[in-house]
């Protein structure tokens, strides 16, 4: 069971993530966008739940007919509850799209509606129809980037939601749910208990949560950013040092969107993956000429600037402490970092574009307690500094267990990074709150 749901969201995070690491161009004077791509992303967006739905007509019941009943029910509370919540964020966030369509960028409603149907395949009836399924979700968060409808982050928020709402709602096909009369003894006598059960063998729900109980952990972290620093330069050893974040910050704070996928191995070693991307694009003008990848922009012109910058981190923590009340964890792992910087000015005459990727050692360090039998506390820090390169991530943050395998998170993050190539050279600080959910599944 821990290993089918282990390779499944490797599959599915490396999926969205990797087909972000080489993105298209993110401004110029003409797209790369491939309209059979988009077109394909269009029709699969609506083809994918509604094959989700669909399938549960011809899929068999426990009263052995052809439609699964509850599996009808459960597909249109995953579909509408995650589209449901597309749609309320949206509105909340109100973010920019990249081609400036209009300000509903976060999160992808295409991406939303295909990883909630593909979900669904995957959960009621099981990885054969599902990895093809969320492998095809995968292609339409690919084409809403490629079109530049949206960011990275947008489409990873779009797969949190889809893929969390079944979760929330759908149970495996296999798992039935029965009545059973049991007999109970009595005081005076026997008597009968009337016992209503998933199948899922895992009893009533525990007031405390067991980290011995955990398999693996999916974890979403989304909330704003605000720019502190964005210095570039290009190349590193001729090109002018600017800031980014002198610019209007038109799009200050903007979206974040993080997934984390946990898998212990046992009560002190837990394996590690977590997709970061972040974007920002913004206005504004140099007082100064600026020389930028082999082009000169004049001062008191208006440049449009576009910024992306993708973290897939793969690591090893070691719990020195597995057991209550607290949790001290040391680890380290690898890093990969991809980074690109567009600038274009307003009549597009000029444009220049930079990309460069490293690969990182990073240390782990995180500590916990937990105050009572549902909240914790805790802090966690990951960084390197060596001679070229310097990295660093702090945070903070409250937990909340909702359930033995739901978790709620508050927190706050900074996040600072000076990266040096020949080809680039970037400094970048920035900070905000977050929130997390989680979902865990149990041994």
Same mark, same amino acid.
């Given at each position: 069971?821990?290993?089918?749901?282990?390779?499944?969201?490797?599959?599915?995070?490396?999926?969205?993530?990797?087909?972000? !690491?080489?993105?298209?161009?993110?401004?110029? %004077?003409?797209?790369?966008?491939?309209?059979?791509?988009?077109?394909?992303?269009?029709?699969?967006?609506?083809?994918?739940?509604?094959?989700?739905?669909?399938?549960?007509?011809?899929?068999?019941?426990?009263?052995?007919?052809?439609?699964?009943?509850?599996?009808?029910?459960?597909?249109?509370?995953?579909?509408?509850?995650?589209?449901?919540? &597309? #749609?309320?964020?949206?509105?909340?966030?109100?973010?920019?799209?990249?081609?400036?369509?209009?300000?509903?960028?976060?999160? *992808?409603?295409?991406?939303?509606?295909?990883?909630?149907?593909?979900?669904?395949?995957?959960?009621?009836?099981?990885?054969?129809?599902?990895?093809?399924?969320?492998?095809?979700?995968?292609?339409?968060?690919?084409?809403?980037? @490629?079109?530049?409808?949206?960011?990275?982050?947008?489409?990873?928020?779009?797969?949190?939601?889809?893929?969390?709402?079944?979760?929330?709602?759908?149970?495996?096909?296999?798992?039935?749910?029965?009545?059973?009369?049991?007999?109970?003894?009595?005081?005076?006598? &026997?008597?009968? @208990?009337?016992?209503? &059960?998933?199948?899922?063998?895992?009893?009533?729900?525990?007031?405390?949560?067991?980290?011995?109980?955990?398999? !693996?952990?999916?974890?979403?972290?989304?909330?704003?950013?605000?720019?502190?620093?964005?210095?570039?330069?290009? %190349?590193?050893?001729?090109?002018?040092?600017?800031?980014?974040?002198?610019?209007?910050?038109?799009?200050?704070? #903007?979206?974040?969107?993080?997934?984390?996928?946990?898998?212990?191995?046992?009560?002190?070693?837990?394996?590690?993956?977590?997709?970061?991307?972040?974007?920002?694009?913004?206005?504004?003008?140099?007082?100064?000429?600026?020389?930028?990848?082999?082009?000169?922009?004049?001062?008191?012109?208006?440049?449009?600037?576009?910024?992306?910058?993708?973290?897939?981190?793969?690591?090893? /923590?070691?719990?020195?402490?597995?057991?209550?009340?607290?949790?001290?964890?040391?680890?380290?792992?690898?890093?990969?970092?991809?980074?690109?910087?567009?600038?274009? &000015?307003?009549?597009?005459?000029?444009?220049?574009?930079?990309?460069?990727?490293?690969?990182?050692?990073? $240390?782990?360090?995180?500590?916990?307690?937990?105050?009572?039998?549902?909240? *914790?506390?805790?802090?966690?820090?990951?960084?390197?500094?060596? *001679?070229?390169? =310097?990295?660093?991530?702090?945070?903070?943050? +409250?937990?909340?267990?909702?359930?033995?395998?739901?978790?709620?998170?508050?927190?706050?993050?900074?996040? +600072?990074?000076? $990266?040096?190539?020949? =080809?680039?050279?970037?400094?970048?600080?920035?900070?905000?709150?977050?929130?997390?959910?989680?979902? /865990?599944?149990?041994?």
């Amino acid at each position: 069971m821990i290993s089918r749901y282990f390779r499944f969201l490797v599959i599915g995070i490396f999926a969205v993530g990797l087909s972000f !690491c080489c993105p298209g161009p993110m401004i110029g %004077p003409a797209w790369a966008e491939d309209e059979n791509i988009t077109e394909a992303g269009d029709w699969l967006q609506i083809i994918l739940p509604a094959v989700a739905i669909g399938s549960t007509f011809f899929a068999g019941g426990e009263d052995s007919k052809h439609w699964d009943k509850e599996g009808t029910a459960q597909s249109i509370k995953a579909v509408g509850g995650a589209l449901g919540t &597309t #749609t309320v964020a949206k509105g909340i966030v109100g973010k920019m799209r990249p081609n400036e369509a209009n300000e509903l960028s976060y999160p *992808s409603g295409h991406t939303t509606a295909a990883f909630a149907g593909a979900g669904f395949i995957d959960t009621r009836y099981g990885h054969a129809w599902g990895i093809p399924a969320l492998l095809t979700a995968g292609f339409v968060g690919y084409s809403r980037v @490629q079109s530049s409808n949206h960011f990275a982050d947008d489409v990873t928020a779009g797969m949190s939601i889809g893929l969390m709402s079944n979760w929330l709602f759908v149970t495996p096909q296999s798992q039935s749910r029965t009545l059973a009369l049991l007999p109970m003894p009595m005081e005076n006598g &026997t008597g009968v @208990q009337l016992v209503y &059960t998933t199948g899922t063998g895992k009893g009533p729900e525990s007031k405390q949560f067991k980290k011995s109980e955990r398999a !693996c952990r999916y974890e979403f972290g989304f909330g704003p950013a605000f720019l502190i620093k964005n210095e570039v330069t290009s %190349p590193s050893d001729g090109g002018t040092k600017f800031d980014l974040a002198n610019f209007n910050k038109d799009q200050d704070p #903007t979206s974040t969107a993080v997934v984390i996928f946990d898998y212990y191995l046992n009560d002190r070693n837990t394996l590690t993956l977590n997709w970061a991307p972040f974007e920002a694009r913004d206005n504004g003008t140099f007082s100064s000429p600026v020389s930028f990848a082999g082009q000169t922009f004049p001062a008191n012109t208006t440049v449009k600037s576009a910024w992306v910058h993708y973290s897939l981190t793969a690591g090893w /923590s070691y719990n020195l402490i597995p057991s209550d009340p607290w949790d001290l964890n040391l680890g380290g792992g690898l890093g990969y970092q991809y980074t690109e910087v567009d600038l274009l &000015t307003e009549d597009e005459t000029i444009s220049g574009s930079v990309s460069d990727s490293v690969i990182l050692p990073y $240390i782990h360090a995180s500590g916990d307690y937990r105050i009572n039998k549902r909240w *914790s506390a805790g802090v966690c820090m990951d960084g390197i500094s060596l *001679s070229d390169d =310097k990295m660093f991530t702090g945070i903070v943050h +409250a937990d909340y267990q909702i359930s033995r395998q739901w978790d709620f998170s508050l927190g706050y993050e900074y996040y +600072a990074r000076d $990266i040096e190539t020949s =080809k680039l050279r970037n400094k970048v600080q920035y900070h905000g709150p977050y929130m997390s959910i989680s979902f /865990s599944w149990l041994r």
